[in-house]
């Protein structure tokens, strides 16, 4: 029985794709907090809207990086 082992390439991708996802968990919440510390700005809706945008994004991408961590490591090669 062969043993499984981690590609490499694949957990490298994964990384990079939770990399992405933390610069947005800091991102949005930031943004929000700027459009609504600024209301009475005319930039409050697009501040607001990148935000929310950054913020559903994070979700994504974090979802995205686990789950291609999880292949990296248990999703067996059928390159025999």
Do not use: H, R, W
Request: glycine share 6%; hydrophobic share 50%; proline share 4%.
């Amino acid at each position: 029985m062969e043993t499984k082992k981690t590609d490499k390439d694949v957990l490298t991708k994964g990384l990079k794709k939770m990399g992405i996802s933390l610069a947005l968990m800091f991102l949005g919440p930031s943004f929000i907090y700027i459009a609504f510390s600024n209301q009475e700005k005319p930039l409050y809706i697009p501040l607001l809207i990148i935000g929310i945008v950054a913020c559903i994004s994070a979700i994504y991408f974090a979802f995205i990086g686990l789950n291609t961590i999880l292949d990296s490591m248990f999703k067996s090669n059928k390159s025999n």
